[in-house]
C-alpha cells in the first residue's frame, strides 16, 4: 500500500531564505506527483506536476525534482516571501489506480 | 480556468440528519474525487468515480455513498449525519489519462452537532 510521508511538519524561515520541502513515497510504481498549496481553510492549488518520465518541474521560484528509484520528490522555493506562508501537500498517484495519496504536508511561515 | 465548485462553504447539521455535498466541474474532466481531511491524518479518498454513474470506494467509504449522474457533478451523501464526520470535505477532478494536474475546489467545512 502506497504511504507518503512528508518532512518537516512544520518550519520557519525568515523571508529571503531559500528552502527545500520533502516528500517520500514507498511504492516506486506511481504515474505523476503532484505539489499543491493550501491556505488555511480552503482548497488546494496544484503548483508542480511532474510525470513519472520527467525528473524536475520549474514554475517561477518553484522547483520540483523527483527520483523515483529512491522513492523521493522535493520542493525547492527560492528567495522565500511572507505570501509563501502556507501547507504544501504532495500527492501520488500510484499505477494502476485512479487515486491520489496525499502526505500530511509542511506547514511553512515565512517570517517578514 | 479550471473550475471546481463545491456548493457550500460551511454546513452545520444535526446528528442523524442526511447531508447532500456538491461538486460541479467545468472541464468536462472524467475523473471526480471525494476526500476528507482532519488535522493530523492529512487527507483521505472517500470515493471517486472515474465515468457517470460509475463509482468506486476509496479507503474510508463507510457512513458515504455517491451520485453520478452527469459528468460534471458528483455528489458526497452522509446517509445518517454523525458528529465524527465533522470535517472539511474537498472535491477534485481530472482528466483520465492524468497527463495534467487534478483540480480541487475550496472545499466544505461541516460541523455536525
Known amino acids: 500500500k502506497q504511504e507518503v510521508t512528508q518532512i518537516p511538519a512544520a518550519l520557519s524561515v525568515p523571508e529571503g531564505e531559500n528552502l527545500v520541502l520533502n516528500c517520500s513515497f514507498t511504492?516506486?510504481?506511481?504515474?505523476?506527483l503532484q505539489w499543491f498549496r493550501q491556505d488555511p481553510g480552503k482548497g488546494l492549488t496544484s503548483l508542480l506536476l511532474?510525470?513519472?518520465?520527467?525528473r524536475e518541474q520549474t514554475s517561477g521560484r518553484l522547483n520540483a525534482s523527483l527520483d523515483k528509484s529512491s522513492g523521493r520528490s522535493t520542493l525547492y522555493i527560492a528567495a522565500s516571501q511572507p505570501g509563501d506562508s502556507a501547507t504544501y501537500l504532495c500527492?501520488?498517484?500510484?499505477?494502476?489506480?485512479?487515486?491520489?495519496?496525499f502526505g500530511t504536508g509542511t506547514r511553512l511561515k515565512v517570517l517578514a | 480556468d479550471v473550475k471546481v465548485t463545491q456548493s457550500s462553504r460551511y454546513l452545520v447539521k444535526r446528528t442523524g440528519e442526511k447531508v447532500f455535498l456538491e461538486c460541479v466541474q467545468d472541464m468536462d474532466h472524467e475523473n471526480m474525487f471525494w476526500y476528507r481531511q482532519d488535522p493530523g491524518l492529512g487527507l483521505r479518498l472517500i470515493y471517486f468515480s472515474y465515468d457517470v454513474k460509475m463509482k468506486e470506494k476509496g479507503d474510508i467509504p463507510e457512513g458515504y455513498s455517491v451520485s453520478r449522474e452527469k459528468k460534471e457533478r458528483f455528489s458526497l451523501i452522509l446517509e445518517s449525519a454523525s458528529t465524527n464526520q465533522t470535517s472539511m470535505y474537498l472535491c477534485?477532478?481530472?482528466?483520465?489519462?492524468?497527463?495534467?494536474?487534478?483540480?480541487f475546489g475550496q472545499g466544505t467545512r461541516l460541523t455536525v452537532v
Open positions: 500527492a501520488v498517484d500510484t499505477s494502476g489506480t485512479y487515486k491520489y495519496i
Open positions: 511532474i510525470q513519472s518520465s520527467q
Open positions: 511504492d516506486s510504481a506511481i504515474y505523476n
Open positions: 477534485a477532478s481530472s482528466i483520465r489519462n492524468r497527463a495534467t494536474e487534478a483540480f
